[in-house]
C-alpha cells in the first residue's frame, strides 16, 4: 500500500475520480443503475493513508455517490480488524459478513 500511495500521487487520484464520474454518467444515460459501494478498510489503513488523500478520497465519493441509484458506505461501519487479511482485503469471515450485508440492503433497496 506504502509503494503505490505514498506518497499520494493526486494527478491520478483526480484522473481515477474523473474516470469514475465518466461511469456513472455513462450508465445514467444508458438507464443502468449503478450501486456504488466504499468497501470496508481496517483501522490499520486509515493510520497509513495519507490524511489529504483520504479526505480528497471521502470527499469525491459524497460527491459521486449523488450520480448512483444507491451508495453504501462500508468504511463508517468499522470491522474488526480480524476481518481482514490486512489493511484492505477482506478475510473469508470478512468477506461473507460483508456479502449478507450487501445483498439484505440490496434486497431491502427496491433497485432488485
Given at each position: 500500500?506504502?509503494?503505490?500511495?505514498?506518497?499520494?500521487?493526486?494527478?491520478?487520484?483526480?484522473?481515477?475520480?474523473?474516470e469514475l464520474s465518466s461511469f456513472l454518467d455513462?450508465?445514467?444515460?444508458?438507464?443502468i443503475k449503478v450501486v456504488l459501494i466504499n468497501?470496508?478498510?481496517?483501522?490499520?489503513?486509515?493510520?497509513?493513508?495519507?490524511?489529504?488523500?483520504?479526505?480528497?478520497?471521502?470527499?469525491?465519493?459524497?460527491?459521486?455517490?449523488?450520480?448512483?441509484a444507491l451508495y453504501l458506505d462500508y468504511e463508517?461501519?468499522?470491522?474488526?480488524?480480524?476481518?481482514?487479511?490486512?489493511?484492505?482485503?477482506?478475510?473469508?469471515?470478512?468477506?461473507?459478513?460483508?456479502?449478507?450485508?450487501?445483498?439484505?440492503?440490496?434486497?431491502?433497496?427496491?433497485?432488485?
Open positions: 500500500y506504502k509503494q503505490r500511495y505514498c506518497p499520494a500521487n493526486y494527478k491520478q487520484f483526480d484522473q481515477e475520480m474523473a455513462s450508465c445514467s444515460k444508458k438507464g468497501m470496508p478498510v481496517s483501522s490499520g489503513h486509515k493510520s497509513i493513508s495519507p490524511p489529504g488523500l483520504r479526505k480528497a478520497y471521502l470527499a469525491g465519493l459524497a460527491k459521486l455517490s449523488e450520480k448512483a463508517a461501519k468499522q470491522y474488526p480488524n480480524s476481518y481482514f487479511f490486512d489493511t484492505v482485503h477482506l478475510s473469508p469471515k470478512g468477506a461473507s459478513d460483508f456479502a449478507d450485508s450487501v445483498a439484505e440492503k440490496l434486497a431491502g433497496s427496491g433497485l432488485l
